[in-house]
């Protein structure tokens, strides 16, 4: 190790030591909003499918109905109940200039719970969102909100919780505000990734991406085999490293990657706050390639033409590296918000073959990233806007064949490997039917095997279906005329009296284009009606809005994005 690349060093630990006293005095700004120790599944900056995550997600033991408990003195200024994302969430505004957020609740407390029923029995909803100002409901530190559950996007029990400053409700990094969570953990470097950046870039002696394994070595990683690199021309460099906190085995993201060549910084990124209106660009923070085909996390050492992201500092010539006359010797420091740090260090020879990479040929239309862009033929129309890529790209397109419920062939639009910023808009030709029975065809995304991935909803008009999507790959046009199912899960039809239940619980399922309508009525007055979309469960709270003693009779309606119904009734005494 040099002693220049030492004394940065010295200076990384500096910058922790100064990260470490802020998180000291930021202690007394929030208290822990579970009463169990803080054992994290999540944290923030964690790479995520399309975005950064926002927060840290705290464990629960597997449990739900754990006391959620007010950060820090505020009130609730919003409460919202979604499908996904965050499921059931609130969000507490502070009088120190932040907001705590708290998502995948099972059940707000008796007073919000409250405001709530009110709001969706007005609206006939059960999504509803409710903004309070700061005198409806008035929180101290430390009082009950809810209790902790599994709702919305989540895969398991446990609490989302973020802190964001409420000026432009910009997420920060809750580990910089002094929680009490042990980490003395470094973090695990797993590959270095390296990129030819133009047609005549050579790595190794060829003109594409090289992956190298690495292995530990104390507190060095280094590769698992002898091997040499070299290189010439204009050159890229990605890292693949995870973070464990102690008592977790789950994968966590760093906080800071450095990129040194010749003892010099060319790269930094570090994760102290991420705005939600750029954290897509996390696509191309990442080699969407190998986080998608092969679930590689590799994040780039250079940035793309277009990337809005400002998590990074001290960035030369893009993070790029020029081979002309002489090789580099690659240093890579990766630190925790706790100081942990990992190291990477490597020479990268000059190629000083003859060899010369073999120029393609190629003859497929051009996306300029800053142009709008439209691809016509017979039987497809592709239109994207302007920013839609992170980078000039050719365009790909072929046909293949119909695959089973589809009314027009496969439509191979680029891959599933190529990252899109913006919706791009898709029209598909089909036969030529009614509007009743054009209205039964949807759009929808295919897996690499053909096999359905998400239905992507779309219009039709005249031999036309329209859609638009956020992801490349292969589509097509199927017809969906199946309505959702409904089947009584904790009783049997044949019960008459459920006086001794407190719910009455179902599961829905559809076979295309997904559940969109939901709703129950007892003696003809709407009832609300709970769902959980990833598990299909709906179910009517029976303690809320009691019909009367006696004979009643439930029904319920489902349908689902083509406007497919099923209904199911039910006689019964209370």
């Known amino acids: 190790m040099t002693k220049k690349i030492q004394i940065l060093l010295v200076l990384f630990s500096f910058i922790s030591s100064l990260n470490a ?93 409250g405001f709530v029923l009110e709001k969706q029995y007005t609206q006939k909803k059960f999504t509803v969102e409710l903004f309070f100002t700061a005198d409806q409901i008035p929180v101290k530190r430390g009082d009950t909100i809810a209790l902790s559950g599994n709702s919305g996007g989540s895969g398991g029990p446990h609490l989302h919780f973020e802190i964001r400053k409420t000026k432009g409700s910009i997420p920060q990094n809750p580990l910089k505000f002094g929680f009490d969570i042990k980490d003395n953990i ?44 070299s290189a010439r021309g204009i050159i890229g460099l990605g890292i693949e490293a995870i973070d464990k906190l102690n008592g977790s085995n789950n994968r966590c993201g760093v906080y800071n990657i450095s990129l040194l060549a010749d003892s010099h910084l060319i790269y930094s990124h570090q994760m102290d706050e991420i705005r939600f209106e750029n954290t897509r660009f996390i696509n191309t923070h990442v080699d969407f390639y190998e986080t998608k085909k092969y679930k590689r996390r590799i994040q780039k050492s250079y940035l793309n033409s277009y990337n809005n992201l400002r998590i990074y500092q001290g960035v030369q010539n893009k993070g ?61 129309h592709v239109h994207f806007d302007q920013m839609s890529f992170y980078e000039n790209t050719h365009f790909s397109y072929k046909t293949g064949d119909t695959v089973k419920y589809a009314v027009a062939p496969i439509h191979f639009i680029q891959n599933l490997y190529t990252p899109l910023h913006k919706y791009m808009t898709v029209s598909i030709k089909t036969p030529q039917v009614s509007q009743e029975e054009g209205n039964k065809y949807i759009g929808v995304s295919l897996t690499s095997k053909h096999r359905l991935l998400a239905p992507e909803g779309g219009t039709y008009h005249n031999g036309w279906v329209t859609f638009k999507t956020r992801s490349l790959g292969p589509y097509t046009v199927m017809v969906d005329t199946v309505a959702p199912t409904i089947k009584p899960i904790n009783f049997s039809k044949n019960t008459k009296n459920i006086s001794n239940l407190k719910k009455l619980t179902f599961k829905t399922d559809d076979n295309l284009s997904g559940v969109s309508s939901y709703n129950a009525y007892i003696d003809g007055e709407w009832k609300l009606l709970h769902f959980d979309r990833k598990t299909g469960l709906v179910w009517v709270d029976l303690t809320h809005h009691i019909p009367g003693k006696g004979s009643h009779t439930l029904k319920i309606t489902i349908g689902d994005a083509v406007n497919n119904f099923k209904s199911f009734t039910f006689d019964f005494i209370w």
């Open 21 to 113: 006293q802020n998180l000291s005095d930021s202690t007394q700004l929030f208290s822990a909003p579970l009463h169990i120790p803080m054992y994290l599944a999540g944290n923030f900056g964690e790479i995520r499918p399309g975005h950064f995550h926002a927060g840290i997600d705290i464990k629960t033991n597997q449990v739900e109905g754990l006391p959620v408990l007010a950060a820090a003195d505020g009130y609730v200024s919003r409460v919202k109940i979604s499908l996904g994302g965050y499921g059931n969430a609130i969000y507490i505004t502070h009088p120190n200039g932040y907001t705590t957020a708290y998502g995948h609740l099972q059940k707000f407390n008796e007073r919000i719970n």
């Open 186 to 229: 470094s973090p695990i470097v797993k590959n270095i990734a390296l990129y030819p950046l133009n047609d005549s870039s050579i790595i190794n002696g060829k003109n594409e991406k090289f992956i190298v394994p690495l292995r530990k070595s104390g507190n060095q990683y280094v590769f698992q085999k002898n091997t040499p690199l």
């Open 320 to 380: 790029m590296l020029f081979f002309s006359r002489y090789g580099h010797d690659i240093h890579y420091d990766i630190t925790d918000v706790y100081g942990n740090h990992s190291e990477v260090s490597f020479a990268i020879q000059l190629d000083t073959t003859t060899a010369t990479p073999v120029a393609s040929i190629d003859t497929l239309p051009l996306i300029q990233y800053n142009e709008d862009f439209d691809y016509k033929t017979n039987d497809i």
